[in-house]
């Protein structure tokens, strides 16, 4: 039986294991979106990980989403971010970075005064977190053709300065109520054009954004990350069990490193479609308990019933975030360290972010 300390080939790398420390938005960029010295230290002591998906990272300004967010839109950020895949490299590890456009989850204030774009003029019903504090969301403008090519050309170059930055590839986030999310979702994309409609016309804007960033930086570079009946941010599918298999079926088979499902659960049926459409590696993120708090075994076993029902990798997220040498220690059995305040997640600092010890340093 398969389990995740086994080896595995993903696009072009050969991972020492199939755990994935999924992504993670820490909040650590200065202002302008560059990574910030210590996110090299954070990520440098988890590069025992099979693979690290760096947090998300903004293709361009308008889709920005919270202050202190990374960015992959100039060099600044390219070389920030090639410090950070430096030291990753450096200590045996291997990174992807997620590349995320906002939608309607952003802020005029968190992108120099830009105004939200999305699929179709329906507000997040919630605050959006800016540097003058919780603010209501603003009505986001419907993206015109034009906004369409241009973001999806943006994505293409955020691609591109990704592989410059030292990453071994990039996944496109099509989930958790963002940009691409709104698009598939009935309750978020009311478009009467041929990006909307459908669920054929609801996926073709994800389609054109996958197979642009594939052709920028070739298909085995490129992962897709999807949240199928994920609520979050918001959100409502009315026809999630035609959406996604339309999605999967039209990108199966062109050679993308991985698709990456949010909350997976191997008993459900839209799962077990999706493994079945899906010809390539998929890496499964385990439905735990959220907010908390996360098992003892920090998702393991719920991960070993996802490779069991034909996932080939397993993400966790925040048991890598409390546990720098994760792999070692679910290995071993040893405890896990429990996750600090919930508080210190998304903000400046080392506290909370490098400062949860490894075994050796608590022994
Ligand atoms: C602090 C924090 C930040 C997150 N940021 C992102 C993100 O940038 N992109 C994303 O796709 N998911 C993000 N997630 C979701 C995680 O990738 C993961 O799906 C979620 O934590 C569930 O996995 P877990 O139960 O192992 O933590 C975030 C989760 C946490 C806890």
Same mark, same amino acid.
């Given at each position: 039986m398969t389990t995740v300390f086994d080896p595995v080939r993903l696009g072009g790398l050969e991972l020492p294991n199939r755990l994935v420390m999924a992504p993670m938005t820490r909040?650590? *960029?200065? /202002? /302008? @979106?560059v990574p910030t010295p210590i996110m090299a230290t954070y990520y440098a002591q988890r *590069?025992? *990980? =099979?693979l690290i998906v760096a947090e998300a990272s903004t293709p361009n300004a308008v889709g920005q989403t919270y202050p202190n967010i990374t960015a992959l839109h100039n060099d600044a950020h390219v070389a920030g971010w090639r410090r950070v895949t430096e030291a990753v490299g450096a200590a045996g590890g291997r990174m992807f970075v997620q590349l995320q456009h906002g939608g309607r989850i952003g802020h005029p204030d968190n992108s120099g005064g830009l105004h939200p774009l999305a699929p179709s003029p329906v507000p997040l019903p919630d605050t959006i977190f800016t540097p003058r504090g919780h603010q209501p969301a603003v009505v986001p403008a419907e993206m015109s053709a034009d906004d369409i090519r241009t973001t999806v050309a943006d994505f293409a170059a955020a691609a591109r300065r990704a592989v410059d930055a030292g990453f071994a590839g990039v996944e496109v986030h099509g989930g958790n109520g963002y940009l691409l999310h709104q698009f598939l979702a009935s309750g978020t994309n009311h478009r009467t054009? =041929?990006? @909307?409609?459908s669920p054929a016309g609801r996926i073709r804007f994800v389609v054109e954004v996958v197979r642009a960033v594939a052709e920028a930086v070739g298909p085995e570079r490129v992962g897709l990350r999807i949240a199928p009946g994920v609520t979050a941010n918001g959100m409502h599918e009315d026809d999630a069990e035609t959406v996604y298999p339309a999605l999967v079926g039209a990108l199966? @088979?062109? @050679?993308?490193?991985y698709l990456h499902v949010v909350f997976a659960d191997p008993d459900q049926p839209l799962f077990q479609h999706i493994r079945k459409l899906w010809e390539g590696t998929l890496i499964a993120n385990p439905m735990l308990p959220w907010p908390g708090p996360l098992p003892a075994d920090g998702g393991l076993r719920e991960g070993e019933r996802l490779l069991a029902a034909g996932a080939d990798l397993v993400s966790l997220g925040r048991a890598f975030l409390a546990n720098p040498d994760l792999v070692e220690r679910l290995r071993l059995g040893a405890p896990l360290n429990p996750l600090r305040d919930? =508080?210190?997640?998304?903000?400046? =600092?080392?506290?909370?972010?490098?400062?949860?010890?490894?075994l050796t340093e608590t022994s």
């Open positions: 909040n650590r *960029a200065d /202002d /302008d @979106g *590069a025992s *990980a =099979g054009d =041929g990006y @909307g409609g199966s @088979g062109s @050679g993308l490193a919930k =508080g210190l997640m998304y903000v400046g =600092g080392e506290e909370g972010y490098t400062d949860y010890p490894a």
